[in-house]
């Protein structure tokens, strides 16, 4: 039953399913008969939290115990919040309704620098200080993870413990710690002390930051006996990685309404820009019957029609055809859709297209990321503009009519021909409808470019790269537009503002933490969405602590320079990443693993296994 004030706040606001719980699926259990509460946050809207496969998976992996009890909490809206705040309602979790401040372990899942100051909001909702340094009690034990964490550093001072690698991994022995401190009546200090001696564990009160006259980092230097290098977890086989039976089914409409799973995890292809292709190495593959099993429990227990298989690149799933033979073979009496997000240009073979012939179409969606020839290879994207037409020209013949095109804006090395290049490549595409004599009468095409700008980031070839200013990216914008012909192509670019913050906290230090609890205190809430980002605050709070956002994000680091996210090890040398960077510069491309090992060293973080791994070609 709702207490009196969160009823009241929920005849107010917009969409009060986002906050009442007693979804289908989701888990209550007996308060007294357990041990541990947990609660699981993500720092958006219930729309878009209910869509994360990562909370769908650590949020059953937790329930699965029989002495810990998880319950989701999404960031409020707008409106929801000042419900709150008006009637005193603490944040609280979703299945119980109890304020999370009373529980055992809060932990936040850091998908995009941009919800940093969400994650405060919610800290400052629960009623909790934001600081670890003033939560002094053994509990709540703030954690945090996610790909924003392999550079923890603007956030530091917000969460006592940051798990880099896979959660699946580390999740169980963390709460098992904490169990045992908690009986033993140990203090917070004696807990964090022992959690740091964990692999995939990451304590930053346990490490000092010196810098030089010049801003940049002059060392991170750990104090006592903990790690100089923070190694990440790795789940090292997936078919026995934990994997629930059933998704909570939301109870409004989310942006991801469907079955997922992941086919694997890490990619072979070393983009030069890509984050997510470096951190999730090494390479590790599910087999088809784990995937499809996986699947049918989820659409069974879920009434979903549509299934989604995840992954970086879902064409170069090295037994796709077979996987889709399963699939398909009991989706299509069941009406359920199969979609194939991050596909190939290079890599759709007929074969596939063929065995998707059968389901409900939906538009394709490629990554060219680059207009021209050069650049392609400038960022190791090894796809030729050849490939992507006979692709294209491929899904045209089999019926389709939608294709979605991603470029980038700003990649280095880039000049005024590659910018051209997109619009001339998406030309070609709607070309080679036309061209196709079985074209759907009387039905035309819909190609949808969709163009962001170049963000440098941790752990890639480009990590010492700038940014281009914001100006660069603007005239980008305006000359791109300018080349487009035909209705029939339909451009969207990304803000260029929230594109450089996103920059100058990705490569941020420390300091950067004073700035976000300023900008929280100015107002900032929700920065990914455009309609509520606010980046004058941003600009008031870098000036107020006398930084920059043009010192993060545009530019150039030295390859000797201390960068602050060098004593986390996610596997890859900072060796390899300069040699690809260099090779960059030339033009010159890297084969993809399975052509090649490059000896990147991931593999080492998995006892000297990668799926992707080609032996006798190191």
Partial sequence: MLNPQLEACLQSVQKPGRYTGGELNSVVKDKDSIRLRYAFCFPDSYEIGMSHLGMKILYALANAREDTWCERVFAPWGDMEEQMRKRGVLLYGLESGDPIRDFDLIGFTLQYELCYTNMLNMLDLAGLPLESAERTALTPIVIAGGPCVCNAEPVHAFADIFLPGDGEEITNTLIDLLIAHKEKGSSKKEFLLAASKLPGVYVPSLYDVSYNGDGTVRAVTPQGDAPAKIKKSVVRD????????????????????????????????????????????????????????????????????????CSLSASDYTKMEELLTRLVAWTDDEKINIALPSLRADNFPKELMEKLSGV????????????????????????????????????????????????????????????????????????????????????????????????????????????????????????????????????????????????????????????????????????????????????????????????????????????????????????????????????????????????CGADKLNGGECDARCKGLV
């Avoid at 079955?259 to 292709?277: D, K, N, W």
């Avoid at 020839?373 to 020209?393: F, H, P, Y």
């Avoid at 420390?510 to 929280?520: E, F, H, P, Q, S």
């Fill in 238 to 309: 997936l078919d026995a990685m934990f994997f629930p039976e059933s998704f909570v089914v939301p109870s409004v409409e989310v942006v991801h309404d469907r079955a997922v799973t992941e086919i694997f995890r890490g990619c072979i292809r070393g983009c030069r820009f890509c984050q997510a292709g470096f951190i999730y190495r090494p390479i590790r593959e599910k087999s088809p019957e784990t995937v499809d099993r996986q699947c049918r429990d989820i659409c069974l227990s879920t009434g979903s029609d549509e299934i989604s298989l």
């Fill in 360 to 599: 409900r179409r939906s538009s394709l969606t490629f990554a060219p990321e680059a207009g021209t020839q050069r650049l392609r290879d400038a960022i190791n994207k090894n796809v030729t503009e050849q490939e992507m037409l006979s692709t294209a020209r491929q899904a045209f013949e089999g019926g389709w009519t939608s294709v979605k095109l991603y470029f980038m804006l700003g990649l280095p090395t880039e000049t005024p021909e590659d910018v051209a290049g997109i619009a001339e490549l998406a030309q070609k595409v709607v070309d080679e409808y036309y061209a196709n004599p079985n074209k759907p009468k009387g039905k035309g095409v819909t190609v949808s470019v969709s163009v962001s700008s170049f963000v440098p980031k941790p752990f890639t070839p480009f990590q010492w790269e700038p940014q281009d200013t914001r100006e660069q990216l603007e005239e980008k914008q305006r000359g791109l537009f300018s080349h487009i012909r035909t209705k029939k192509i339909s451009l969207s670019c990304h803000k260029t503002q929230t594109s450089l913050l996103e920059a100058a906290l990705a490569r941020g230090d420390r300091r950067l933490a004073a700035v976000i609890k300023t900008a929280w205190e100015k107002g900032c809430r929700f920065d990914g969405w455009d309609e509520l980002f606010n980046f004058g605050f941003w600009e008031e709070a870098f000036m107020e602590h006398g930084l920059s956002v043009a010192f993060y994000a545009n530019r150039r680091r030295d390859c000797g320079e201390v960068l602050p996210w060098d004593h986390m090890d996610y596997g890859v040398s900072k060796e390899f990443l300069i040699k690809e960077s260099k090779k960059a510069g030339e033009n010159e491309t890297t084969p993809h693993c399975r052509v090649k090992c490059a000896v």
